[in-house]
């Protein structure tokens, strides 16, 4: 399905293979649990559920317990399942200011980790956890980009009543330990979500919302579930596109890619105006745009593959859309008994909400900022359009991958760069290893030494050069089955790293 490099003799991270499963993921020490839950006999699920809790563990600047998480699953009997592990705004919700403790949507990463590994896993929960309890307890070094955060959102967290979090004025290089979360993840480990959605820690949560003038409940929580539905499905080039259903804007990306193979030369030729290799740049510039658009009807789903994009091949049109936000993990894995999971966990804004539940020792979201234009106008027990869009393709071979990246809206745009050039000549480390742009709020952000970067310029393009890897460029991770052997792929971009098992 996708040409795969000779890893002797690519300059970009290679394509490893695995004889149990693979893992690509944010950090290290999250790839790294997810190994040790393969070598256990795990499966996928298991890896992927033990790489998400160390990072819950580790970036809580980008997710935590208090958060969401999203999976596409490619199950051992070939069909693909969504999780959308999201919470509603409080059913007490009636039209305050969506920020600080009235942002907070009901968080869903626990109840969809035991929806999850219900269904595909096989180690004990325990066990899964395990790495991320030691983590929590033993402690961690606080990284750079954490240690940043932590002092640009100071006020924020003080406002959030997180002064008595460990974390609180660490520096990058600090050394924390997180008892309240390694006892919570402790309890979730033995009794599943009602350890997080009942009794003392619902009620703790509750509370501490509350206290700010928030309306979250102990009901809301109690009546939190997880939606297992079909992924939204299309096909492009030959492979199927699966990306997650609603609330999510996952479909932007099937109606961009279904919109540049409709439109976009993949060979120029001598009379265009434009060089072979910028077209198909100007092309996704111009047409995730077009795809924005829709972004407050991403709720339709599917139907929305009816609406024409069109965009214009002679000049920028600048119609904006996509945001400024950067947050987010990803993690992707795979088996050799045929699982492949596209997954990403986020509380949204760095921190989230900030506002903090000592009993738990983390932080809540605030994913009712996703709230907007009707149809996603806020509403007591809606979901708000979710920027989080994990993606599976899968060929006519077998082969299934699974991709996803972390970049708020940038996370379309970063997907559809990397699965066109991957079937459009370059084979897959190539492809996510390439230089990269962001349209955000009418500027064309892009790694410098972009090839197409003077020609988008001459098309009217208001380009802002950054330096390679910037953050706003996402980071890819990718695991999957091809030729039946588990791989997977890491972007040199942040801390992502891949392993196999």
Not at 72 to 82: I, N
Not at 301 to 317: C, F, K, N, S, V
Request: charged share 15%.
């Amino acid at each position: 399905m996708f040409e795969l490099a000779d890893p002797f003799s690519s300059p970009q991270r290679p394509v490893i293979e695995g004889a149990r499963g693979t893992i690509s993921c944010e950090t290290p020490l999250a790839a790294q649990a997810g190994l040790r839950a393969f070598d256990l006999g795990g499966t996928a699920a298991d890896a992927l559920i033990a790489a998400q809790a160390v990072l819950v563990v580790v970036a809580p600047e980008a997710c935590g317990l208090g958060g969401d998480m999203l999976a596409l699953v490619h199950g051992v009997d070939g069909r693909t399942t969504a999780y959308n592990g999201t919470g509603t705004a409080p059913l007490g919700y009636g039209g305050e200011a969506i920020e600080g403790p009235n942002s907070i949507t009901v968080p869903g990463m626990v109840a969809a980790w035991a929806a999850l590994h219900g269904a595909e896993g096989r180690l004990p929960l325990a066990e899964v956890l395990a790495p991320a309890i030691r983590l929590a307890e033993e402690g961690l070094r606080v990284g750079s980009y954490l240690g940043g955060a932590l002092q640009v959102q100071r006020d924020r967290l003080v406002a959030g009543g997180a002064q008595g979090w460990p974390f609180f004025d660490k520096a990058a290089g600090d050394l924390v330990c997180l008892p309240a979360l390694s006892a919570l993840l402790r309890r979730i480990a033995a009794e599943g979500a009602p350890a997080f959605y009942e009794g003392e820690m619902a009620e703790a949560t509750a509370r501490a919302v509350q206290a700010l003038g928030g309306t979250l409940s102990t009901a809301d929580l109690a009546g939190h579930d997880t939606v297992i539905s079909a992924p939204n499905a299309t096909d492009w080039c030959g492979l199927r596109l699966m990306t997650q259903p609603p609330m999510t804007q996952g479909i932007l990306l099937n109606m961009a890619l279904a919109a540049m193979e409709a439109q976009c030369p993949t060979d120029a030729g001598p009379d265009h105006a434009v060089p072979d290799h910028a077209v198909p740049d100007h092309a996704g510039v111009e047409l995730t745009e077009a795809a924005f658009a829709y972004r407050a009807r991403a709720g339709e789903g599917l139907p929305l593959m009816a609406e024409a994009l069109t965009y214009d091949p002679a000049r920028a049109l600048h119609r904006g859309g996509p945001r400024a936000y950067l947050h987010t993990a990803g993690v992707a894995a795979a088996d050799a008994e045929g699982r492949v999971i596209s997954s990403l966990v986020s509380v949204f804004d760095d921190f989230g909400s900030a506002v903090y539940v000592p009993e738990g020792g983390f932080v809540l979201n605030n994913r009712a900022a996703g709230f907007g234009p009707a149809p996603n106008d806020a509403a007591p027990g809606k979901r708000p359009v979710h920027t989080l869009a994990p993606a599976l393709l899968s060929g006519p071979d077998g082969a299934v991958w699974a991709l996803a990246t972390p970049g708020a809206d940038g996370q379309v745009q970063t997907l559809l760069q990397v699965l066109w050039k991957a079937r459009h000549g370059a084979d897959l480390a190539s492809a996510v290893a390439a230089p990269r742009w962001r349209s955000e709020a009418g500027k064309l952000l892009i790694e410098e030494g972009h090839p197409s970067a003077p020609r988008l310029a001459a098309l009217g393009h208001a380009l802002k050069p950054l330096p390679p890897g910037d953050l706003r460029f996402g980071a890819v991770v990718a695991a999957g089955l091809q030729g039946g052997v588990p791989r997977a792929l890491a972007d040199w971009r942040r801390l992502t790293t891949a392993g196999a098992a």
